[in-house]
């Protein structure tokens, strides 16, 4: 089994690769552009996407949405995470909650599968964790810096790429994993 997995991103084929590949599937990917609609729900977002991937590239393909999701502001930033943080970025974040004392968070990861000419099915993994007080570690970017993994007491930016994988929940990659696995047979 192959599958497309659409993105630039490194860490993301990194991961992907990791586990998807001794589970049987080999993963490609490419890089384009696809439209990311305005949407309330990472899943929409990314079943959209993954459509207009799979019908482009004429394949069955992967595409993710994900999206930070901190409790104290109702949800704030979700789906509009990626924007988030072009404009007000982790520090602004920071500054939102300061004097707040709930700071838990959840990182949705949406995962669209579309195989060509049908409708895509969503897998999503959720990392629980909380918002530090302030930024720390050196690896990742953006939110892994204020980012805390239920049970750690460091933010992600304090693991490097080989640990700082394993901290998110992959609930969705295996699920897919299984729902390939089904269809197959």
């Keep these: 089994m ?3 997995y659409v993105t630039g991103n490194k860490s993301k084929i ?3 690769k990791q586990i998807l590949e001794p589970l049987g599937i080999t993963v490609d990917n490419v890089a384009i552009p696809t439209t990311e609609i305005q949407a309330d729900d990472v899943c929409e977002i990314a079943a959209h996407s993954a459509k207009e991937a ?3 590239l004429k394949t069955n393909v992967l595409k993710n949405d ?3 999701f901190v409790k104290a502001l109702n949800g704030f930033p979700g789906p509009y995470t990626h ?3 072009d404009t007000l970025n982790e520090n ?3 500054k939102l909650l300061e004097n707040v004392s709930d700071r838990e968070a959840l990182f949705i990861e949406a995962f669209a599968y579309c195989e060509y000419g049908s ?3 969503v897998f999503k993994s959720i990392t629980k964790g909380t918002i530090s007080k302030e930024k720390m570690g050196i690896y990742g970017w953006s939110w892994d810096f204020i980012f805390i993994p239920e049970g750690k007491d460091k933010t992600l930016g304090c693991f490097p790429d080989e640990e700082r994988c394993l901290l998110w ?3 969705a990659y295996y699920d897919l994993a299984k729902y390939l696995k089904e269809k197959k047979n």
């Design 2 to 4: 192959k599958i497309t």
């Design 169 to 171: 929940n992959t609930d």
């Design 66 to 68: 994900s999206g930070l």
């Design 54 to 56: 799979s019908e482009k």
């Design 14 to 16: 990194f991961s992907a």
């Design 92 to 94: 602004g974040l920071l």
């Design 119 to 121: 409708d895509p099915i």
């Design 83 to 85: 924007y988030v943080d």
